[in-house]
């Protein structure tokens, strides 16, 4: 078992802590936001992330981890160092390095000797040549390895310990393999050691694959409403290919959330400064774009100027509070200006949507946004959206309309119920007069 540091706690940070900590290491989380490190030392977890306060706090207890917001004294006699920090698109798409430059300047001026240095953070393909610029005009003797992240939210903690596959990438001979030996107790884990740009790659392909099947299914989804087919009975027949899969075949409102739309940017940004053709990567973004579009306006035409719309869901998806790049708060930011809107999430509804929201009230209680409501627009497949008396829901209502964002309910259910139902790739449908 070894000592390892993790400079940043956020959702990558702290569940790889907690998950590391629980095969047997000694971590130590770092971060520069204080509060953030006492809420963490103190066995709360500053976002909803299912199953992940427990472990920490397994990990808390079992002294095996702990959360410092002095980096140089979690390096002392630390070997391993996994930077876990931001790496935010800029306006052109490039990923802005600045808190990865920090976490290797602060390495280096550490008296600490030889170090391996695990960057988790998604960084551009090829930027290894100039981090170790940095350390080299240091002085500094450390190894840069490549070991990227594929936790989704809502399921990080049992990603951690089942990973579909564990990634290690290294320019020096014998590195990843030693790297790799900090994740030996993870059950059936494939391993891939590779060089640091084959590892790269792999966490940039492997989110452009997956946000160009969520791009590809809501195309199909428009031609499914032209010519009154099911969308998800499409997916379905297609998804039995096995070439194909079922998963990631699901019409919606577009992806969201902080990975896809930065890491297909940065991809983007890092082909087009290489001279190479961006024409499937710029199709994908723009799918998803057009696909906010074709929401906004079916929601528009669901109801006229001033009336009120309940919007049910703004996380980007089910199972966080996270609204980063959230569709759904897009669609709200689309809609507030013209139309009356409350909004609803069991989770998500707080300071982070408000800023994002002004003047938008916001409710955790769904019963109180559909008071009084001309339409409901379900955007976020919450399980308790998809449980919803439909009954009850028209009782509350000032008229029966929902459109349905993420498929989650039966059009013939809901008609009815004498509502008039929208939706992705589902024909509109409105009740027997
Ligand atoms: C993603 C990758 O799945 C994960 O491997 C990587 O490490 C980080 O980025 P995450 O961003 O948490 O994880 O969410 P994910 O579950 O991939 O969904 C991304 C977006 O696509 C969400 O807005 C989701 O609603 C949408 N989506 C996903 C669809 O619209 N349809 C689908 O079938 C699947």
Not at 70 to 89: F, G, K, M, Q, R
Not at 177 to 193: K, N
Not at 324 to 333: K, N
Request: charged share 20%; glycine share 8%; with cysteine.
């Amino acid at each position: 078992m070894e000592k390892i540091a993790i400079i940043g706690t956020g959702f990558v940070g702290v569940v790889t802590a907690a998950g590391l900590a629980d095969l047997g290491h000694t971590v130590i989380g770092v971060d520069i936001d204080e509060a953030k490190i006492d809420r963490l030392r103190s066995g709360h977890v500053p976002f909803s992330e299912p199953k992940l306060e427990p472990l920490v706090r397994k990990g808390l207890y079992s002294g095996r981890l702990s959360f410092t917001a002095e980096l140089n004294h979690a390096l002392i006699d630390t070997t391993y160092i996994i930077v876990a920090v931001p790496t935010p698109p800029d306006k052109d798409g490039a990923s802005d390095l600045s808190f990865v430059h920090a976490a290797i300047d602060a390495i280096s001026a550490h008296p600490q000797q030889e170090v391996v240095i695990i960057v988790k953070s998604t960084v551009p393909v090829g930027c290894f040549k100039t981090l170790q610029a940095r350390l080299d005009a240091n002085d500094k003797r450390a190894s840069l390895v490549s070991c990227p992240e594929f936790l989704a939210e809502g399921q990080a903690v049992s990603d951690f310990f089942s990973p579909s596959r564990t990634v290690v990438g290294a320019n020096q001979a014998g590195v990843a393999e030693r790297v790799a030996e900090l994740f030996e107790g993870l059950p059936g884990a494939r391993l891939i050691c590779s060089n640091a740009e084959t590892a790269q790659l792999i966490k940039y392909e492997s989110n452009k694959q997956l946000a160009m099947r969520v791009a590809s299914i809501n195309d199909t989804a428009a031609r499914c409403e032209a010519f009154g087919a099911d969308v998800h009975e499409v997916a379905k027949g297609m998804g039995m290919d096995p070439r194909i899969g079922e998963h990631f075949l699901r019409a919606g409102i577009g992806y969201g959330g902080s990975c896809f739309s930065k890491d297909l940017a940065a991809l983007t940004y890092t082909a087009r400064m290489a001279g190479l053709p961006t024409g499937l990567l710029d199709a994908v973004a723009e799918q998803n774009e057009q696909q906010l579009r074709r929401v906004v306006a079916k929601i528009r035409e669901m109801i006229t100027p001033g009336q009120k719309v309940a919007v049910f869901g703004l996380a980007f998806k089910p199972l966080t509070s996270d609204v980063r790049s959230s569709r759904a708060i897009a669609v709200v930011q689309a809609l507030m200006g013209d139309y009356t809107v409350i909004a609803t999430d069991p989770v998500a509804a707080g300071d982070e949507a408000r800023i994002l929201l002004p003047g938008v009230e916001l409710t955790d209680n769904p019963w109180r946004a559909a008071k009084g409501a001309h339409c409901a627009a379900f955007l976020t497949a919450w399980d308790e959206y998809r449980q919803i008396s439909l009954e009850l829901l028209q009782l509350q209502m000032a008229r029966p309309a929902i459109f349905d964002g993420p498929g989650i309910f039966d059009p013939n259910k809901v008609v009815k119920a004498g509502f008039r139902y929208s939706g992705i790739g589902r024909p509109s449908r409105s009740p027997l007069a």
